[in-house]
């Protein structure tokens, strides 16, 4: 059984800015930093 991924919490800030920038959509997120689409959301 595989155990849950911890992100760093400078990790999480880089991806909620880049998500909030507009630049790139949720789908290109998930794909350069390989998490869920769901996770970016959140």
Do not use: D, W
């Not at 991924?5 to 789908?27: C, E, Q």
């Amino acid at each position: 059984m595989q155990k849950r991924r911890t992100h760093a919490p400078a990790f999480k800030a880089k991806v909620a800015l880049a998500a909030l920038s507009g630049n790139k959509t949720i789908a290109e997120l998930s794909s350069e930093y390989g998490i869920h689409q769901t996770l970016i959301n959140k």
